[in-house]
T-cell receptor
Framework: EAGVTQFPSHSVIEKGQTVTLRCDPI?????LYWYRRVMGKEIKFLLH????????ESGMPNNRFLAERTGGTYSTLKVQPAELEDSGVYFC??????????FGQGTRLTVV | DQQVKQNSPSLSVQEGRISILNCDYT??????FLWYKKYPAEGPTFLIS?????DKNEDGRFTVFLNKSAKHLSLHIVPSQPGDSAVYFC???????????FGSGTKLNVKP
């Protein structure tokens, strides 16, 4: 069974540019989360999808971040325009229930 | 405001000895706790979990202890092996939550 897959694994962009991260969850997992870890701090919640619906986006830092999950399968997280403080590792997590969490390998975003 | 805290950023242990990683939480509504292990350039992988109805859960060399009154849990690794060297994250969730709250991680180094 394929795990959670994230693309790209690493992205370096200039401040003001746009970046789109993609996540393919484990097949059959209705729950999909985005988390972020900044500079060795805690892994912080960004938002939660159940199928294609956003259940909770209370962790999204601001309106420069937009997440979508069209058709309830893969998800994208767009940052536009990127700022320096957006640098970090973005993890996608999927699960069948609220007590299950399988991580992708993460996308390391560096904004310069 | 961080609801799950790992106050030791790093721990160094000799091979064969016990590793004890600690985690504290603030929200008494958490009823499910997990430990994840993370190697560099990989996503965290699930290690062991415990429900609040238990105070101990054991899986091979790994044991998690939960002290609800103190809002504290710990992960014991016995005996420690060099391959256990990684960053360990504590996480909390539960039926009243639709997301996981993570600590900032403890980097374990097991010396041969």
């Amino acid at each position: 069974e394929a795990g959670v897959t994230q693309f790209p694994s690493h992205s370096v962009i200039e401040k003001g540019q746009t970046v789109t991260l993609r996540c393919d969850p484990i097949s059959g997992h209705d729950n999909l989360y985005w988390y972020r870890r900044v500079m060795g701090k805690e892994i912080k919640f960004l938002l939660h999808f159940v199928k294609e619906s956003k259940q909770d986006e209370s962790g999204m830092p601001n309106n420069r971040f937009l997440a979508e999950r069209t058709g309830g399968t893969y998800s994208t997280l767009k940052v536009q325009p990127a700022e320096l403080e957006d640098s970090g590792v973005y993890f996608c997590v999927s699960g069948r229930s609220s007590t299950e969490a399988f991580f992708g390998q993460g996308t390391r975003l560096t904004v310069v | 405001d961080q609801q799950v805290k790992q106050n030791s950023p790093s721990l160094s242990v000799q091979e064969g000895r016990i590793s004890i990683l600690n985690c504290d939480y603030t929200n008494s509504m958490f009823d499910y706790f997990l430990w994840y292990k993370k190697y560099p350039a990989e996503g965290p992988t699930f290690l062991i979990s415990i429900s609040s109805i238990k105070d101990k859960n054991e899986d091979g060399r790994f044991t998690v202890f939960l002290n609800k009154s103190a809002k504290h849990l710990s992960l014991h690794i016995v005996p420690s092996q060099p391959g256990d060297s990684a960053v360990y994250f504590c996480a909390a969730s539960g039926h009243n939550f639709n997301k996981f709250y993570f600590g900032s991680g403890t980097k374990l180094n097991v010396k041969p």
